[in-house]
């Protein structure tokens, strides 16, 4: 009787070992040059300090020229002013990175009926086209192959009510992640996709000023991450799968849409009703506000 419960488990625990198991150095970042579009703050913020060390060459954007001065005088980063709406910020020299990471983003969320177009195009122009456009200008100007790192959402494969300026733009990262994969790599650009749930950042204080009550609801039932944990798991963890994910929710959500590998396929049962549950709380407290 044991050895047939334990035999029905392996599968169980072969996943949970994959999934937690600590990984070798290998798989961190050392000596490499790299580029942090948005690196001012928040999640690209992080990524900078934890990266700067192991020999890497950090350079970080924002268009923000105040703090383009502070980094300048407060830390051994390279900084440079560029804005994704203004093409003729983007470096137009030969460049040498190794790894870039695409952090620029924001939500402007609310009730539908109270956002303008111009809401949907600074979503829009931010998150998506963004991000199409600096990914476009490196594979361009960049003389040697590099990893490019799109910074997704849950909201991704899980719309929520509120947020109908940004989730239909990380739906689109994710599509064209998908779409152009195979493309980039015969370019010599490897893509990643890292789709984190909510981090405690000044941006998101400032969307919960604006967020329908049953947004920030639902938005209850889930854990807030810090974006030090979030950069951390990111450097260590982004070579082992193409979507990297840092909760199971999300994870659950991803493996719903696509199964990347074989241990995927054996939590998607789970992940179905998982995401069923999920959808259908959702529904229910749409009800009620």
Request: charged share 20%; aromatic share 16%.
């Amino acid at each position: 009787m044991i050895i047939e419960i334990l035999w029905y488990c392996l599968p169980l625990l072969i996943a949970l070992n994959y999934i937690f198991a600590k990984r070798t150095s290998k798989d961190k970042i050392y000596n490499k040059k790299v580029l942090i579009i948005g690196g001012g703050s928040g999640l690209g913020r992080s990524l900078a300090y934890k990266l700067n060390g192991s020999f890497n060459k950090v350079t970080i954007t924002s268009r923000n020229t105040n703090l383009i001065e502070e980094v300048n005088s407060t830390t051994n980063f390279e900084v440079f002013y560029c804005d994704v709406f203004d093409d003729s910020s983007f470096e137009k020299t030969k460049t040498k990175y190794d790894i870039i990471f695409y952090c620029t983003g924001l939500a402007i969320p609310g009730p539908v009926n109270k956002l303008n177009v111009t809401d949907f195009n600074i979503c829009e122009g931010t998150n998506y086209l963004g991000m199409i456009k600096i990914l476009k200008n490196y594979v361009e100007y960049n003389i040697k192959p590099f990893d490019f790192i799109m910074i997704g959402s849950t909201l991704s494969t899980f719309p929520l009510r509120g947020y109908a300026a940004y989730s239909p733009t990380k739906s689109a990262m994710l599509s064209f992640f998908y779409t152009t994969y195979e493309e980039f790599s015969k370019m010599g650009v490897k893509l990643h996709f890292f789709s984190p749930p909510n981090m405690q950042t000044r941006g998101f204080e400032i969307e919960n000023e604006s967020k329908p009550t049953y947004t920030k609801t639902v938005e209850s039932f889930f854990t807030v991450y810090d974006p030090d944990d979030c950069a951390a798991y990111l450097i260590q963890n982004f070579r082992n799968r193409k979507i990297i994910t840092i909760d199971w929710f999300t994870y659950f959500c991803h493996i719903k849409f696509e199964c990347e590998k074989v241990v995927d396929y054996f939590w998607f049962p789970v992940a179905v009703v998982v995401v069923y549950l999920a959808k259908t709380t959702t529904r229910l407290l749409s009800k009620m506000f």
